[in-house]
Nanobody
Framework: QVQLVESGGGLVQAGGSLRLSCAAS????????MGWFRQAPGKEREFVAA????????YNGDSLKGRFTIARDTASYTVYLQMNSLKPEDTAVYYC?????????WGQGTQVTVSS
């Protein structure tokens, strides 16, 4: 089993920044992809960004790519999501995930609220 614990969420004003962290523990493996989804109230969970073990990253659209940056520290099995120029529509619960050969694991989520 793998446990994922997110941190770094909170309340921020529009235009501000937050950095989310997700630490993996338990039965960890190398060469797995980690990333983030988010779910806003009344909406489906949507992909935000992902990063491979080797550092290749993908984002959900150019808008997020220009404001969000995903990074990982393979030594500590931690993935980060730096979010800049936050907008009220970024308000959501952000979920970390890890794709291992045994399946996808999820964190419990961390709330991000952006006030206008």
């Amino acid at each position: 089993q793998v446990q994922l614990v997110e941190s770094g969420g909170g309340l921020v004003q529009a235009g501000g920044s937050l950095r989310l962290s997700c630490a993996a523990s338990g039965r960890t493996f190398i060469r797995y992809t980690m990333g983030w989804f988010r779910q806003a109230p009344g909406k489906e969970r949507e992909f935000v960004a992902a990063i491979t073990w080797y550092g290749d990253s993908t984002y959900n659209g150019d808008s997020l790519k220009g404001r969000f940056t995903i990074a990982r520290d393979t030594a500590s099995y931690t993935v980060y999501l730096q979010m800049n120029s936050l907008k009220p529509e970024d308000t959501a619960v952000y979920y970390c995930y890890a794709d291992l050969s045994s399946g996808r694991y999820w964190g419990q989520g961390t709330q991000v609220t952006v006030s206008s």
